[in-house]
């Protein structure tokens, strides 16, 4: 069951999806870059764009290091989603760079997560709880062009246990 505070959030979610679009739009004429990676903020980012009727383009991009599993489960309960793969897999990428990626190189993330929206409004499925993970130059919910915030998160405000409450929308 979907609580009136829980609603309320999606309702607020849709909402600031709505008024970056004109954003996305400028950027793009498919609109939105939605960042997909099979979890569930992703999911339910998946379906708040689509409440919202927004133009998007989901896409999850391949590092040559995901698990089998994942892979399988996108391609069967999410087709419109696209998996890009990499021009380099993450071992070329070591050998160019002659070293293996740490938290101040993240060599790896820019060439194989980053580097196919480069120029579009990205939608990623961060909350708030997990900011203290991200690098603050990942922060954005939503990047135009990997500059400022506009606007602010779409699932900042779901706490961890909500996306779950969430899978009603799913199905």
Known sequence: ??????????????QLIRKAEPTALRYRAEGF???FSGGKDSQVLLRLAQMAGVSFTPQYNL???????????????????????????????????KMLPTQWTRFCCKELKESTNEHAVTLTGVRKSEEHTTRSTRLPEILPS?????PPHPCREFRRRKPRCL???LR
């Open 1 to 14: 069951m979907i609580t009136p505070a829980l609603q309320s959030k999606i309702d607020k979610s849709i």
């Open 33 to 35: 870059y939605l960042a």
């Open 63 to 97: 590092t040559t290091l995901d698990a089998p599993e994942n892979v399988r489960f996108i391609k069967e309960h999410y087709p419109i989603v696209e998996i890009v793969r990499p021009e380099r897999t993450f071992l070329q990428i070591c050998r160019h760079h």
């Open 146 to 150: 990997h500059s400022q915030t506009y």
């Open 167 to 169: 899978g009603k929308l």
